[in-house]
């Protein structure tokens, strides 16, 4: 069965500075990973997705993440935080012989400060 | 339209009642989802519509709830005798199948209150 852990479920940076938000998987097949992203008081958003091509992902608003099978990971990484990065991050997994069951993990809050 | 549509977009409802919420997915888009987002937690899996395929439905959390999807296109959520730990906001995505499921296009949700 596939479940997703995100490690941390508040990160706060300072403006400019690194963003790394971790996620591992579990699956039991090869996975399609996704991070999604909710800004306050709107819809969640597809920020990128991995499905078995290239191991390093990039996504919108200079979002990467890159998938390691060794370490099970899924860590999303922007070399500068901006303040309107500050959302609710979701790390998603999905088996390939089954798509139809997202599992979306807990969250992780990031919060950017001046 | 242009995006996923979902009403009510707040409803405040009385323990035992039935409410009815409802999604109108992306048009041409073949797979429709429901999940729940309670407060300060991820998102619950509910259910799955995938074209004429029967329904995944072994997020729903008890009989009281179901669903159904009209058409293909339009899905409609019941909740019979609410109860308070019912309270979320319940989502809404659809994706154009295959091997785009796992893009979902989220609406803005129903929140749902019980009191």
């Known amino acids: 069965a596939q479940s997703v852990t995100q490690l941390d479920s508040h990160v706060s940076v300072s403006e400019g500075t690194p963003v790394l938000l971790r996620c591992n998987y579990s699956s039991s097949y090869s996975p399609s990973l996704f991070w999604y992203v909710q800004h306050p008081n709107k819809g969640l958003q597809l920020l990128l997705k991995?499905?078995?091509?290239?191991?390093l992902v990039k996504g919108i608003n200079g979002f990467e993440a890159e998938f390691k099978k060794s370490e099970t990971s899924f860590h999303l990484t922007k070399p500068s935080a901006h303040m309107s990065d500050a959302a609710e991050y979701f790390c998603v997994v999905s088996d390939r012989n089954g798509y139809n069951k997202l599992i979306f993990g807990a969250g992780t809050r990031l919060a950017v400060h001046p | 339209g242009a995006g996923v549509s979902q009403s009510p977009s707040n409803k405040v409802t009385e323990k035992g009642k039935d409410v009815e919420l409802r999604c109108d997915p992306i048009s041409g888009h073949t797979a429709l989802y429901w999940y729940r987002q309670s407060l300060g937690q991820g998102l619950e899996f509910l259910i799955y519509f995938q074209g004429n395929s029967a329904p995944d439905k072994s997020g729903l959390p008890s009989d009281r709830f179901s669903a159904e999807r009209t058409g293909g296109s339009v899905s409609t959520l019941t909740i019979q005798r609410t109860q308070q730990e019912d309270s979320a906001v319940y989502l809404c995505?659809?994706?154009?199948?295959?091997?785009?499921?796992?893009?979902?296009?989220f609406g803005e949700g129903s929140r749902l209150t019980v009191l």
């Open positions: 995505a659809s994706s154009l199948g295959g091997q785009y499921t796992g893009e979902l296009f």
């Open positions: 991995y499905t078995s091509a290239a191991t």
